[in-house]
């Protein structure tokens, strides 16, 4: 069955549980091993211990942990990178492995990697489970003996079952299939019943499941007379001796989870496919390669690569005594000290987010020098080669005008086009520049927002018009700006500086300046200035 996805916070339940599975395992034989999404690739597969090989003068091979027969215990599995997550997909394909991913995802968006999870043929969550239940499970036991048999039309049943589910996989079926030879062998019985395959049906298909309301469309319409008659007689061939309804199948699969449950792992899958299948948390310093550093000691792998020449500089002082101690050994004598690493220098590409404030409390000719203001920075963003991101709030609700590019004419367009009127939603506008600098931070860059209006909130974040509110709002979407690390500049357009606005800005962690009196190098030097980490 490939293994177990367990969905649990660390604590004691879940170490109850995989304590017990380990000694299940183990007494069956296989070496339980832990490993984590950092895990290098080395210590997986196996391959060439450099150190061994350096020291003995000839090739050193070493096993990996993914050597069969063994079962594998993955922590923080919805961190799994992608890489990872092939590599463990393609060894649970041989037999032998069995994997247990320790999923401790706390939001919706934080579930098992795909390539994990189609292989997986159960699923436990232990929220709400308590030190009492955990505390009497029984000792596991595996089935002996010769495998259960199937009553005829059980195939085809949990493959029925798993298309009324939306669920697509051909994995799922198959190794719903395991689960219930495996529930009658635990059982004693000589074969599966309806029994089993419900509970195999529980176990493997309902966490696969799509919500109700997406549910797979109605069937194209009936084959014609001669495949009709044909798919009856097979039909009555196959319950000749069990009738086994999938609709009941369905139905335990669906009671066997709470239904906000398959809509969160239905809403994470889709999230983790949107980002790319990335890892959750995968932490990335920069986008872009920059000049070389320094090399360090260090030993090859996870990307990192040896630097030849400042390895045998290193190596070269000690080539006489070494030389004593092993006459007879060729070529240059190199030790795991004398290894050297290539380094980069890491950088990030900036993305300026202009916040540009459209309403009608913004005058015409003050939203024309906001604009002009804009322009301005963006000839020297485009000098800079910085990206450039374009929001506009107006009226009840905040518009990306231009996601992050560097298109200088493009973002001109935009600009020149943009409309005025309507009333000042300054929390949407925040909050909407705060997403597009999620998302940049998200692909390696370093976001900085410039806001430009005249701090005359009137719209909240519901789209009431509500003076009180929408200032309350404001506030706090300023201090998840400040939360977030995001930099900010708050650039006031009003005829009059206006202090709430300044105080605006303390709040993000940012800095204020008054349009009438900055100039576009007064800005761009606050907006450089705020920008810790960029180019």
């Known amino acids: 069955m490939g293994g177990l996805w367990l969905r649990a916070r660390a604590g004691p339940v879940r170490d109850r549980l995989t304590e017990a599975l380990a000694a299940g395992l183990a007494a069956r034989g296989l070496p339980v091993r832990r490993i984590h999404p950092d895990t290098p690739d080395g210590a997986l597969t196996g391959g060439l211990d450099l150190a061994a090989t350096l020291a003995a003068g000839r090739p050193v091979m070493t096993a990996g942990l993914l050597d069969p027969p063994a079962a594998i215990i993955l922590t923080m599995a919805e961190r799994c990178p992608p890489g990872l997550a092939a590599r463990l997909g393609a060894a649970l394909d041989k037999e032998g492995l069995c994997l247990i991913a320790l999923d401790e ?29 955990a505390e009497a499970l029984p000792p596991p036991a595996l089935p002996e003996g010769p495998a259960p048999a199937l009553p005829r039309g059980a195939a085809r049943a949990l493959a029925t079952a798993a298309a009324g589910l939306g669920i697509s996989s051909l994995r799922a079926p198959l190794l719903a299939l395991a689960a219930a030879r495996a529930a009658a062998g635990l059982r004693g019985a000589a074969k599966v019943a309806e029994g089993d395959l419900a509970l195999a049906a529980a176990m493997v298909l ?21 495949e009709r008659e044909r798919d009856r007689s097979e039909r009555e061939r196959d319950s000749a001796e069990a009738d086994i309804p999938a609709e009941m199948l369905v139905d335990a699969a669906r009671a066997a989870l709470p239904e906000g449950l398959i809509a969160a792992l239905a ?40 630097d030849l020449v400042a390895t045998l ?22 030790r795991m000290a004398d290894l050297r690493i290539r380094r980069f220098e890491e950088r990030s590409d900036r993305v300026l987010i202009f916040a540009v404030d459209a309403s009608g409390s913004a005058a015409v000719a003050r939203l024309a020098e906001a604009k002009g203001a804009v322009e301005l920075l963006l000839g020297q963003a485009y000098a800079r080669r910085d ?15 231009l996601p992050p590019t560097r298109s200088l004419v493009q973002t001109k367009r935009r600009l020149q086009g943009l409309p005025g009127g309507g009333g000042t939603p300054l929390a949407a506008g925040l909050r ?22 005249d701090g005359r909130a009137n719209i909240a974040l519901d789209g009431r018009a509500d003076r009180a509110q929408a200032a309350a709002d404001a506030e706090r979407m300023a201090a998840a700006i400040a939360a977030e690390g995001v930099p900010a500049v708050v650039i006031d357009t009003g005829a009059r500086p206006s202090p709430a606005l300044a105080a605006l800005a303390q709040r993000m962690g940012g800095r204020a300046a008054v349009l009438p009196r900055a100039d576009a190098q007064r800005l761009s030097g606050l907006i450089g200035a705020a920008s810790p980490g960029g180019r």
């Open 313 to 334: 500089r290193a190596a070269a002082p000690w080539q006489t005594i070494r030389r004593r101690a092993r006459p007879e050994a060729p070529g240059v004598l190199v």
């Open 105 to 133: 995802g706390a939001g919706a968006d934080e579930v098992l990697a795909p390539a994990l999870a189609d292989r997986l043929g159960l699923f436990v969550d232990l929220e709400g489970v308590g030190w009492s239940e």
């Open 267 to 306: 809403a994470g899958r889709t999230g983790r496919a949107a980002r790319g299948a990335q890892g959750t948390g995968a932490a990335r310093k920069g986008n872009r390669r920059g000049r070389p550093l320094p090399s360090r000691p260090g030993r090859p792998g996870g990307g990192a690569r040896i």
């Open 387 to 401: 990206h450039v991101a374009l929001v506009s709030f107006r009226g009840t609700a905040a518009e990306v005008m």
């Open 432 to 453: 909407a520049a705060l997403g597009l600098a999620t998302l940049a931070r998200a692909r390696g860059m370093t976001p900085t927002i410039a806001l430009l209006t």
């Open 206 to 226: 309902a966490h696969r499941a799509l919500p109700a309301a997406e549910a797979p469309p109605e069937p194209p319409p009936p084959p014609s007379e001669p």
